[in-house]
């Protein structure tokens, strides 16, 4: 009797335990899809063993492969906004839409997002953080970066179509003209560069 009350009853797992395995298997799920391409799928049972837990994990804290993968867009690319979002309002409209072709070589989330929609998934955001773009583009045309003329939103998907085709096709395209990357990178900001210049009111306007 004395020996069942000196028995330590075993501690439920903390919310920072949960979070570090979250995080792990986000990584883990990472590290497959950049080894194997978004092609090949994500094997939930490879995430597991990778993370170091039962594959059941992955059911009890995301629900679904869609679940995971979405779990890792959204701190992926919070984790971009974080970093870009110190400077990003105080850049002028071209410098500000062309600098975004330089995150593409540090983020997966275009090929993520690419995966899901392939996988059939029509609850994929295009464009996140839509409307704050949106408004942003309204006060480049109050600052006359750009022409009023111009249909913002088709120029937002555009814009977002033009960093995510480079971003997937980065790599191919380089090969393709046998350059190094960097130098594709700053060739193309050229010429988008020239491109987002075009579009401001011209000097006769009014």
Do not use: C
């Amino acid at each position: 009797m004395k020996h069942a009350e000196q028995q330590t009853p075993a501690k439920p797992r903390s919310r920072r335990s949960r979070t570090e395995t979250e995080q792990r298997l986000i990584d883990v799920a990472l590290e497959l899809i950049r080894e194997k391409g978004i092609l090949s799928g994500l094997n939930l049972r490879e995430v597991a063993e990778g993370a170091g837990v039962n594959r059941g994990n992955i059911y009890h804290y995301f629900g679904s492969r869609r679940e995971l993968l979405r779990a890792a867009i959204n701190r992926g690319f919070k984790t971009i906004v974080d970093r870009i979002k110190p400077s990003a309002h105080a850049k002028p409209f071209v410098q500000r839409r062309s600098a975004m072709l330089g995150l593409t070589e540090h983020s997966n989330d275009s090929l993520l997002r690419a995966l899901l929609i392939m996988d059939g998934d029509e609850a994929v955001d295009p464009i996140p953080q839509h409307e704050e773009t949106l408004s942003r583009l309204r006060q480049d045309v109050i600052d006359g970066d750009i022409d009023r003329e111009h249909d913002l939103e088709a120029l937002q998907v555009a814009l977002s179509a033009l960093v995510r085709g480079y971003s997937i096709f980065r790599q191919p395209y380089a090969h393709r003209l046998d350059l190094d990357p960097g130098e594709l990178d700053r060739r193309v900001h050229t010429i988008v560069q020239g491109w987002l210049t075009s579009m401001a009111p011209s000097t006769t306007a009014r």
